[in-house]
Protein backbone atom coordinates (compact mmCIF):
# COMPACT_ATOMS: atom_id res chain seq x y z
CA UNK A 1 0.00 0.00 0.00
CA UNK A 2 3.11 2.27 0.76
CA UNK A 3 4.00 2.04 -3.02
CA UNK A 4 0.63 3.11 -4.43
CA UNK A 5 0.54 6.14 -2.23
CA UNK A 6 3.75 7.07 -3.42
CA UNK A 7 2.64 6.13 -7.12
CA UNK A 8 -0.22 8.54 -5.84
CA UNK A 9 1.86 11.26 -4.92
CA UNK A 10 4.79 11.26 -7.69
CA UNK A 11 2.16 10.65 -10.57
CA UNK A 12 -0.02 14.12 -9.39
CA UNK A 13 3.12 16.05 -8.67
CA UNK A 14 4.21 15.35 -11.78
CA UNK A 15 0.90 15.61 -13.77
CA UNK A 16 0.42 19.28 -12.41
CA UNK A 17 4.19 20.39 -12.84
CA UNK A 18 4.12 19.01 -16.55
CA UNK A 19 0.76 20.72 -17.02
CA UNK A 20 1.63 23.65 -15.84
CA UNK A 21 4.61 24.53 -17.94
CA UNK A 22 3.66 22.49 -20.87
CA UNK A 23 -0.29 22.41 -21.25
CA UNK A 24 -0.56 26.14 -20.36
CA UNK A 25 3.12 27.40 -21.39
CA UNK A 26 3.58 25.32 -24.56
CA UNK A 27 0.27 24.25 -25.59
CA UNK A 28 0.38 20.43 -25.11
CA UNK A 29 -3.13 18.74 -24.71
CA UNK A 30 -3.61 17.72 -21.25
CA UNK A 31 -4.22 13.78 -23.00
CA UNK A 32 -0.39 14.14 -24.40
CA UNK A 33 0.49 15.58 -21.07
CA UNK A 34 -1.14 12.46 -19.09
CA UNK A 35 1.07 9.97 -21.23
CA UNK A 36 4.31 11.80 -21.18
CA UNK A 37 3.12 11.58 -17.08
CA UNK A 38 2.39 7.94 -16.97
CA UNK A 39 5.60 7.01 -18.82
CA UNK A 40 7.98 9.13 -16.79
CA UNK A 41 6.53 8.52 -13.41
CA UNK A 42 6.53 4.65 -14.19
CA UNK A 43 10.17 4.51 -15.02
CA UNK A 44 11.44 7.18 -12.58
CA UNK A 45 9.75 4.93 -9.90
CA UNK A 46 11.43 2.05 -10.97
CA UNK A 47 14.50 4.38 -10.10
CA UNK A 48 13.82 5.65 -6.91
CA UNK A 49 12.66 2.15 -5.62
CA UNK A 50 16.17 0.40 -7.02
CA UNK A 51 18.52 2.86 -7.04
CA UNK A 52 17.67 5.54 -4.66
CA UNK A 53 18.71 3.81 -1.85
CA UNK A 54 22.19 3.27 -3.46
CA UNK A 55 23.09 6.95 -3.98
CA UNK A 56 22.39 10.35 -2.44
CA UNK A 57 19.52 12.57 -2.68
CA UNK A 58 21.56 15.18 -4.43
CA UNK A 59 22.29 12.51 -6.71
CA UNK A 60 18.97 10.71 -7.60
CA UNK A 61 17.39 13.96 -7.98
CA UNK A 62 20.00 14.74 -10.91
CA UNK A 63 19.73 11.08 -12.44
CA UNK A 64 15.44 11.95 -12.00
CA UNK A 65 16.09 15.29 -13.98
CA UNK A 66 18.00 13.97 -16.63
CA UNK A 67 15.05 11.25 -16.98
CA UNK A 68 13.00 13.81 -17.17
CA UNK A 69 14.80 15.97 -19.57
CA UNK A 70 15.02 12.79 -22.33
CA UNK A 71 11.55 11.67 -21.56
CA UNK A 72 9.60 14.64 -22.17
CA UNK A 73 11.87 15.88 -25.23
CA UNK A 74 11.37 12.57 -26.98
CA UNK A 75 7.82 11.86 -26.00
CA UNK A 76 6.43 15.65 -26.50
CA UNK A 77 8.58 15.20 -30.32
CA UNK A 78 6.60 12.15 -30.91
CA UNK A 79 3.35 13.29 -29.46
CA UNK A 80 3.32 17.08 -30.75
CA UNK A 81 4.19 19.23 -33.71
CA UNK A 82 6.44 21.60 -32.10
CA UNK A 83 9.91 22.28 -33.32
CA UNK A 84 12.85 20.32 -31.56
CA UNK A 85 14.75 23.50 -30.01
CA UNK A 86 11.09 24.58 -28.36
CA UNK A 87 10.38 21.19 -27.11
CA UNK A 88 13.64 20.74 -25.96
CA UNK A 89 12.96 24.20 -23.85
CA UNK A 90 10.16 22.70 -22.80
CA UNK A 91 11.63 19.75 -21.00
CA UNK A 92 14.24 21.03 -19.76
CA UNK A 93 12.38 23.78 -17.67
CA UNK A 94 9.73 20.69 -16.89
CA UNK A 95 13.10 19.06 -15.91
CA UNK A 96 14.25 21.51 -13.50
CA UNK A 97 10.58 22.22 -12.36
CA UNK A 98 10.68 18.13 -11.64
CA UNK A 99 14.06 17.64 -9.74
CA UNK A 100 12.65 20.20 -7.18
CA UNK A 101 9.78 18.48 -6.45
CA UNK A 102 11.62 14.92 -6.55
CA UNK A 103 14.58 16.19 -4.11
CA UNK A 104 11.56 16.70 -1.38
CA UNK A 105 9.46 13.28 -2.33
CA UNK A 106 12.69 11.45 -1.98
CA UNK A 107 12.38 12.84 1.56
CA UNK A 108 8.72 11.64 1.43
CA UNK A 109 9.72 7.90 0.32
CA UNK A 110 12.57 7.75 3.10
CA UNK A 111 10.04 8.91 5.98
CA UNK A 112 7.41 5.80 4.43
CA UNK A 113 10.07 3.57 4.62
CA UNK A 114 10.68 3.07 0.82
CA UNK A 115 14.35 4.02 -0.45
CA UNK A 116 17.26 5.24 2.16
CA UNK A 117 16.94 6.32 5.41
CA UNK A 118 19.39 8.37 5.26
CA UNK A 119 17.80 11.23 3.28
CA UNK A 120 14.96 11.63 5.94
CA UNK A 121 17.58 13.58 8.05
CA UNK A 122 19.35 15.24 5.55
CA UNK A 123 20.14 17.34 2.59
CA UNK A 124 22.77 14.76 0.81
Same mark, same amino acid.
Not at 77 to 102: D, F, H, Q, R, Y
Given at each position: ? $??? $? @???? $???????????FLG? &?? &???????? /?ITV?? !??????? *? %??? +??????????? @? *??????? %?????????? =??? =??????? @?? %?SAI??? !??????? %?? +?? $??? /? &?? *????????
Amino acid at each position: M $KHV $K @ALAV $KGTMTLVLLYLFLGF &GF &GLSFGNVF /IITVIL !VGIAYLG *D %ILI +LPKITNIMATV @A *DSVIAFF %IVWWLGMALT =PIA =PKTMAGA @AA %ISAIAIA !VGEYFFH %IY +LA $KLG /I &GS *DRLSTSSS
